[in-house]
């Protein structure tokens, strides 16, 4: 997966690059937790009869206080006696990978972001079910919780009066770039064009695709592969057609909702529409912003990511030419 990338700044490369944070710029680290492994809580309670998961529970409260929370002995056993948590837990073992396999992966990503920003994250990762909570991941100070019932397929009755497009992102591999996604969110520029929401989304998917890979970063958009074949045989065509309607630089809404946010199709007014990928904009947008740390290879992750001129100058120092 990786090895199409390692030409490139944004591939997976060893932390002791020159692509990596100088000392001057290093970020600081978010928080001083000590890492620790992944903590599978469901898995380490569910398989247990009342009474010896009560006595795991005292054991855990200690070392957890991040999900023990004071009233935790009146809140937690219900949770998580309940037949239909127990039931989702049962599905998600079905199609998951195994933990050691999750653990592996997820300790690369994190390994990954710090020799990037040169300092240890002290990240903690709890997975857990959610009971269809609406977030796949959330993240908290310190740590991410990961729900594995987010991610049982697209085919699950759990997400039945759901949209076929929004089921796709159920997909079980999808839960390592929810991940990523949850660690990078750039913060809006403000300038209000389209432009702007278009790079915004680009550099959290050019941070999925740095520290995971390009993959992953397609997961995240949920395309499938006829989907990425479409937009590498038609990029050109599509990219005349915004310049030539002059989106990227309006601050209408309605094109936000039409090219940036999750939907079955890109609405561009063409009669291709049916076939060009939801978020259209948000894919452009990592070519742009791949296409701008290419042509600035002097740059760390950190400083492209937020350190970057106004979405114009990116544009203009990116030398994008599909």
């Known amino acids: 997966m990786f090895c199409s990338l390692q030409a490139q700044p944004y591939g997976f490369l060893p932390a002791a690059t020159t692509h990596g944070p100088t000392r001057e710029k290093r970020p600081k680290p978010r928080h001083n937790l000590p890492f620790l492994p992944t903590v599978h809580f469901a898995d380490s309670l569910l398989d247990l009869d009342s009474a010896a998961m009560l006595v795991k529970l005292e054991a855990m409260a200690p070392r ?10 009146e809140n937690l056993p219900p949770y998580l006696l309940d037949q239909g948590l127990r039931q989702l837990w049962a599905d998600a073992k079905k199609v998951r990978r195994p933990l050691a396999d999750f653990d592996r992966r997820t300790k690369q990503m994190l390994d990954r972001i710090d020799g990037l920003q040169a300092a240890p994250s002290g990240l903690r990762v709890y997975t857990y079910i959610s009971r269809a909570e609406e977030f796949d991941v959330l993240k908290t100070e310190g740590a991410l919780f990961v729900a594995w019932d987010r991610f049982l397929g697209a085919e699950h009755p759990l997400y039945a009066n759901e949209s076929a497009y929004l089921r796709k992102s159920h997909d079980p591999e999808r839960i390592y770039s929810a991940m990523a996604a ?3 969110e750039a913060t809006p520029s403000g300038g209000g064009q389209l432009l702007d929401e278009m ?3 680009g550099k959290q998917l050019l941070f999925i695709q740095t520290v995971l890979g390009e993959e992953d970063a397609y997961l995240y958009l949920s395309y499938s592969a006829d989907q990425q074949a479409f937009l590498a045989e038609n990029e050109a ?3 005349k057609s915004l310049a030539r309607e002059r989106w990227l630089f309006d601050n209408r809404a309605d094109l936000k909702r039409k ?3 999750v939907a079955p199709f890109s609405k561009m007014g063409s009669e291709r529409d049916q076939e060009i990928p939801g978020q259209i904009g948000v894919w452009f947008g ?8 290419r042509s600035n290879p002097q740059l760390s992750l950190w400083e492209v990511l937020e350190a970057s001129p106004k979405s114009t100058e990116i544009l203009k ?3 994008y030419r599909p």
């Open 64 to 73: 957890h206080p991040l999900i023990f929370e004071p009233n935790w002995r």
């Open 182 to 184: 949850a660690l990078y």
């Open 199 to 201: 790079l915004r989304r």
């Open 237 to 239: 065509a599509l990219w």
């Open 259 to 261: 090219l940036v946010e």
């Open 286 to 293: 990592w070519r742009i912003m791949q296409a701008y740390w």
């Open 317 to 319: 120092q990116s030398n």
